[in-house]
């Protein structure tokens, strides 16, 4: 799986990551930041347009160089991972994350670190997939999931955003779900805001 997770999996998520319908929640969400922005997964910088000029500096965290390596504009990347961020504790104002939690290995630890990161004040935006409301939706999630993170780049489709949010100690101030159009399975997003307790 060496050469299709390293080469084909991220030309994958960044034309996936193109999809007119994700530009909206883009839009709604990533203008918000503000300071200086830490962002977790940012790929090939498909938001980076979305910044607003409330933004001093840009830090990005991937793990897959392929995508870094599509990123078009300048800013600073650092090597590690989300459940490690190298940046010291209260140093961003702004955490944002799309589309990311879902392929996190531990996401749980993610969250918690982006919690430390942020300055007391600061807020974690994003926008994500994840656990539907509908049983029969969430039936398919839980059945697909293990073949479907071999696949997509270890993209878990049943995981409950909101729930995990919360859980690293985050409030979430804002939240929004809902069905975009598309396989159910893949299409239940969150999008809102949350600051640190």
């Known amino acids: 799986m060496g050469f299709y997770q390293n080469q084909i999996v991220p030309v994958l998520i960044n034309l996936a990551g193109r999809h007119k319908d994700l530009a909206a929640y883009r839009g709604r969400v990533v203008p918000a930041a503000e ?12 938001n980076l347009p979305f ?69 007391p004040g600061g807020r974690l935006l994003f926008v994500e997939h994840g656990r539907a409301p509908d049983q029969n939706v969430v039936w398919w999630q839980d059945w697909l999931t293990p073949v479907w993170k071999r696949i997509g780049g270890g993209c878990h489709l049943n995981r409950s955003i909101a729930t995990l949010i919360e859980g690293a100690g985050f409030h979430v101030e ?20 949350a600051r640190p307790r």
């Not at 300071?35 to 498909?46: C, F, H, N, Q, T």
């Not at 239940?188 to 805001?193: A, L, Q, V």
Request: with cysteine; glycine share 8%.
């Open 35 to 46: 300071g200086r922005v830490l962002e977790i997964g940012i790929g090939s910088g498909l």
């Open 51 to 119: 910044y607003s000029q409330n933004v001093q500096h840009v830090i990005g965290i991937d793990p897959s160089p392929k995508l870094l390596s599509m990123a078009r504009r300048v800013v600073e990347f650092v090597h590690g991972s989300a459940e490690k961020i190298p940046l010291e504790s209260a140093s961003v104002d702004t955490v944002v994350t799309t589309w990311t939690l879902c392929s996190i290995t531990d996401a749980p630890r993610a969250l918690e670190e982006m919690n430390r990161v942020l300055k």
């Open 174 to 193: 804002r939240l929004e779900t809902g069905y975009m159009r598309g396989p159910k399975i893949m299409t239940f997003m969150y999008e809102g805001s």
